[in-house]
């Protein structure tokens, strides 16, 4: 297979998953849905040439962050959805044009700028981890902890919502 077919195809897959786990009614098939779309979008960073944004797409999120969201969601035993009939067939005919709209917009904006491929750096060999390490606990280390105390505040929420209510 060539490269761009696989790229065509994983590209494909996420978004085709992406779909599924919006329209999909059932919350831990959802999440599962989630999770097979990361995993195609880590196929195309790797096409793309960044295996380092492959490899934390995979640790962070279909790794750490989905498993969290399988962990509360099973905790808290949300059950699925139930169907409703449509009442405001207005609503859907706005949405269905809205989406139209919004999928031309792109496409067009894709077709007049497509995208480009940045020459590769001269100045710093591929792979180098070095100057992302510094830019991480530099400049952007107060972002990075802040993302950590959201991730640990979800965590003590999810348990205080979890806590069943004992009967005295």
Do not use: W
């Amino acid at each position: 297979m060539t490269p761009r077919l696989v790229f065509d195809v994983a590209a494909g897959l996420a978004i085709l998953f992406a779909c599924v786990m919006v329209v999909h009614r059932h919350p831990v098939k959802s999440v599962l849905a989630l999770v097979v779309s990361f995993f195609a979008l880590a196929v195309t960073y790797v096409l793309l040439a960044a295996p380092l944004i492959a490899a934390v797409q995979v640790i962070v999120y279909a790794g750490a962050i989905l498993v969290l969201f399988l962990f509360v969601l099973m905790l808290l035993n949300v059950p699925e959805e139930v169907r409703q009939t449509p009442d405001r067939p207005i609503h859907q005919a706005l949405s269905a044009g809205a989406i139209v709209a919004f999928a031309a917009a792109l496409l067009a904006s894709l077709r007049a700028y497509g995208a480009t491929r940045a020459a590769p750096s001269a100045e710093l060999p591929p792979g180098d981890l070095a100057p992302v390490a510094r830019l991480l606990f530099s400049d952007h280390f107060l972002s990075f902890e802040a993302l950590s105390i959201l991730l640990l505040a979800a965590l003590v929420g999810s348990f205080v919502l979890a806590r069943r209510e004992e009967s005295p």
